[in-house]
C-alpha cells in the first residue's frame, strides 16, 4: 500500500500493551470531537467520537479523554494488536460543516 | 467506507489535461467534501457542499472545480492550472450535525 505520512509523530508499542495518542485542538469553541483511524493506501475509517459535554466516553477497546481546559484530546487502545497499526488523526467540529482535521500520529505495533 | 464510493482508485494525467475524480453516495447526506492528502500532512479541503446547486471553495481550491447537480454526486475536476496534482484524494459526506464518513480515496499520478 501506499504511505499516508512519510514524516508524522510515530509512537511504536508493544503488542498487548496499552496505547494513548494525543491530540491538541486549536479552536476553543469546537464542541464536537472525532478520532479516525487510516490504513495505508485507504481512506479514514470513523472510530470514536465526543462531544464537548463530555470528558469521557467508551467503545470498544477504545477510549477518548477530552480536556477542555488545555484543548487536549487523547485516544486510549487497550490490549493494541497488529491490526490497529495505522495513522490516527483527531478532528474538531464549531458546529458547522467544516472539521478540521490534525496531522496524524502514525502507531507501530510490535509483535 | 460507509456508501461512499470513489473511483478510479489509480488516475494518471498528462500535462495540460483536466481530469475528473468521481465520488457518489448513498447515505443521503446533504454535505460532500473533498480533501487532498500529501505525505506527512492532514488534510486539506478543496472545496465542499452543504446542498445541491451549491459549493463552496476549501483552503486549496485554485486549480480544482467541482459541481453539485445531484444529492448523490461531487465530482472533482483537476485542471491543467494545479501544477502539483499528485496526491491522495478523498471525497466525505456527512447528515448535519454529524461526523464525516469518507471514501477510499483515488491516488493521482502525473505522467
Known amino acids: 500500500g501506499e504511505s499516508v505520512g512519510l514524516h508524522l509523530p510515530t509512537l511504536s508499542v508493544q503488542e498487548g500493551d496499552n496505547s494513548i495518542i494525543n491530540c491538541a485542538y486549536s479552536n476553543s469553541a469546537s464542541d464536537y470531537f472525532i478520532w479516525y483511524k487510516q490504513e495505508s493506501g485507504k481512506g479514514p475509517q470513523f472510530i470514536i467520537d465526543?462531544?464537548?459535554?463530555?470528558d469521557k466516553r467508551q467503545g470498544q477497546r477504545v477510549t477518548v479523554l477530552l480536556n477542555k481546559t488545555v484543548k487536549h484530546l487523547s485516544l486510549q487502545i487497550a490490549a493494541t494488536q497488529p491490526g490497529d497499526s495505522a495513522v490516527y488523526f483527531c478532528a474538531e467540529n464549531t458546529g458547522g460543516f467544516k472539521t478540521i482535521f490534525g496531522a496524524g500520529t502514525r502507531l507501530f505495533v510490535k509483535a | 467506507d460507509g456508501g461512499i464510493t470513489q473511483s478510479p482508485k489509480y488516475l494518471f494525467r498528462k500535462e495540460g489535461q483536466n481530469v475528473t475524480l468521481s465520488c457518489e453516495q448513498n447515505l443521503n447526506h446533504d454535505a460532500m467534501y473533498w480533501y487532498r492528502q500529501d505525505p506527512g500532512q492532514g488534510l486539506r479541503l478543496i472545496y465542499y457542499s452543504q446542498i445541491v446547486n451549491d459549493f463552496q471553495k476549501g483552503d486549496i481550491a485554485e486549480g480544482y472545480s467541482v459541481s453539485r447537480e445531484k444529492k448523490e454526486s461531487f465530482p472533482l475536476t483537476v485542471t491543467s492550472a494545479q501544477k502539483n496534482p499528485t496526491a491522495f484524494y478523498l471525497c466525505a459526506s456527512r447528515a448535519s450535525g454529524e461526523t464525516q464518513y469518507f471514501g477510499p480515496g483515488t491516488r493521482l499520478l502525473v505522467l
Open positions: 465526543i462531544r464537548s459535554n463530555m
